[in-house]
């Protein structure tokens, strides 16, 4: 997680602030929305669950659960993206509320959703439509991505299943 706040820290400004002159402004604000959306997931599933009370034994570079997929050709993305992995500490995990793991589960499918669009809202204090119209698509298409395979394979599936259910829906 240390790497990918240094990593975060060290790409976000020069693509969104200084304006790399040989990088077109459509194509920075793109990378830059990458950039975030792929490094805020770990850390916010950290974050999130040191607040509810889970902890963590460790971060791997592990593989995408979208090589669960029943789409062959997300499938064969899956296997080939190479994720960071938190390993949750099971007696910490066992031990919360179904409402706190249910938390950390969603931590990092709302927020790697959600910080595209924060381009998206930069893009549009820049007035370059090509921008605005290119982050929009890509924040909209990736919210359209996670609705779609966030149940069947990742952390909203996860939620559901190590969750637990309540009668109250928590």
């Not at 060290?10 to 920075?28: E, K, N, T």
């Not at 789409?71 to 910490?92: K, M, Y």
């Not at 959600?114 to 930069?122: M, R, S």
């Not at 890509?138 to 966030?150: P, R």
Request: glycine share 10%.
């Amino acid at each position: 997680m240390v790497l990918e706040a240094f990593v975060i820290a060290l790409a976000i400004p020069p693509l969104l602030v200084f304006r790399i002159p040989w990088v077109p402004g459509p194509l920075a604000l793109l990378l830059a929305q990458g950039i975030i959306l792929y490094a805020v997931h770990c850390p916010s599933h950290y974050v999130v669950g040191r607040m509810v009370g889970i902890r963590f034994s460790g971060l791997v570079v592990g593989r995408s659960a979208l090589r669960k997929s029943s789409s062959r050709v997300v499938r064969l993305i899956g296997e080939r993206a190479v994720t960071p992995v938190l390993i949750v500490d099971r007696g910490s995990l066992a031990s919360v509320s179904p409402l706190r793991r249910k938390a950390m589960f969603y931590s990092g499918v709302t927020a790697s959703t959600t910080a595209p669009f924060l381009v998206a809202l930069y893009a549009s204090l820049t007035g370059d439509p090509i921008s605005i119209l290119a982050t929009l698509i890509v924040s909209i298409g990736y919210l359209t991505f996670n609705a779609f395979y966030s149940p069947r394979t990742g952390d909203v599936y996860r939620a559901k299943l190590l969750g637990g259910v309540s009668p109250q829906g928590g």
